[in-house]
């Protein structure tokens, strides 16, 4: 079992002892006060509204609607009944968590009308009971879950923004190396059509055409990629390649920790974009162990070359740390996963075996050209399990 799947189970455990403690106190309460038969109904309620917050995850609307529509109906019986009045504390705090739930998850519109469903269900049973404290107790508990879980959408969202911002300047800053690789390849194509043009001059039946032709074309693309990719380049320059190593390592080593490469490879045969996907994977890295690893004391940064690819490998020698709360993959594994998917490569970042962290990324190297093509044709890019990312 994953560690998420892991955390689910135990949290829907301790949420539905905290539901059973409610509902037995609630029944205890009720019989100490308004006596040994007007217990059963308010617990069954409970029980129901609880029962139906542990499922939420399957299907967050129905269960959201299915509990207040529950809650709704008992306010009126509990007044027809003479029975303490509903939604009693137990059943709240199911509908607290059911409101939570629905609006963190939901979209927009039904989001809303689960929680003016809520606080409809909240002002009935004031209505219906004005001199208890029960419903009071009710809208405070439903107030807290709606505010929590709108913090949870809002902080959901802000991470959403954060990523696609990291995503958006991951594919400009591409654009910006696409844009020199392809200018390059063209503006030669164009050179080498210029010059065929004046060897077979005399010859002009022997494809003087056809160069024509080519000349033309390049021409053509080279001002459409310009145009194109012009659009969305901004001012500030490209990052460094991995002529630019040396400083990133001094830099890290400047701040009382030490750092070994070994490049395995033949780096002046690099196309531009390996040579600056190398660059930004290693820094990436670094920044990582530098805000993530503070007990980690030395990092290996392997780089080692094949027929078909470039494979960079940064690890750290951080202690294993007692297990904490689950945290999300940081942006920077965004910006390495998009640049690697864009390239066709391949990423896994996760705990070694021991102690320590490394990132690991595969960079296409085909023929002396990486492939810059359609992500849809990317391999999956393995990640560290649910809380153990950095």
């Known amino acids: 079992m994953r560690v998420s799947d892991r955390a689910e189970v135990a949290a829907g455990a301790g949420l539905g002892a905290v539901f059973a403690a409610a509902v037995t106190y609630q029944a205890y309460r009720i019989a100490g006060s308004w006596g040994a038969g007007h217990w059963p109904f308010g617990a069954a309620v409970a029980a129901a509204v609880c029962a139906l917050a542990l499922a939420r995850r399957r299907d967050p609307l ?22 303490p009045a509903e939604p009693g504390p137990a059943a709240s705090l199911g509908l607290a968590v059911l409101t939570g739930s629905a609006v963190r998850t939901l979209p927009a519109r039904r989001a809303c009308a689960v929680a003016a469903a809520g606080a409809a269900v909240v002002v009935g049973g004031l209505l ?3 001199a208890s404290a029960v419903p009071v107790l009710s809208g405070l508990l439903w107030s807290a879950g709606l505010m929590l ?23 400009l800053e591409l654009a910006r190396e696409l844009h020199d ?3 390059h390849h063209i503006a030669d194509i164009v050179l080498q059509a210029q010059a065929a043009r004046l060897v077979t001059a005399r010859h002009p039946e022997r494809a003087d055409g056809s160069l024509a032709g080519i000349e033309a074309a390049g021409a053509e693309a080279l001002a459409a990629t310009r145009r194109v990719v012009g659009l969305l380049r901004e001012a500030a320059p490209a990052s460094g390649g ?6 990133l390592i001094e830099g890290f080593e400047s701040r009382g920790r030490r750092a070994h490469l070994r490049l395995d490879a033949e780096p002046a045969g690099w196309p531009p974009q390996v040579s600056a996907t190398v660059y930004r994977i290693v820094r990436e890295a670094l920044t990582n162990v530098s805000r993530h690893a503070p007990h980690a004391r030395a990092v ?23 297990a904490r709360r689950p945290r999300r993959a940081g942006y920077g594994l965004i910006g390495m996963r998009e640049r690697l998917e864009a390239l066709g490569g391949s990423l896994a970042a996760g705990p070694r075996p021991g102690s320590g962290w490394s990132v690991r990324a595969t960079i296409p190297h085909r023929g002396g050209s990486a492939a810059v093509g359609d992500r849809r044709g990317a391999p999956p890019v393995p990640s560290a399990p649910a809380g153990e990312h950095r």
């Open 128 to 130: 219906a009971a004005p």
């Open 242 to 247: 991995h002529e630019r190593l040396g400083e």
């Open 149 to 171: 879980g709108l913090g949870l959408r809002l902080a959901a969202a802000r991470r959403r923004a954060a990523a696609e911002r990291i995503r958006r300047a991951e594919r």
């Open 300 to 322: 290996t940064i392997g780089i080692t070359q094949h027929d078909d690819a470039v494979t960079v490998e940064v690890a750290d020698d951080a202690p294993r740390m007692p």
């Open 181 to 183: 690789v392809v200018a």
């Open 62 to 83: 129905r269960t959201a609607v299915a509990g207040l529509t529950m809650a709704a109906l008992a306010v009126p019986a509990a007044r027809l009944l003479h029975l």
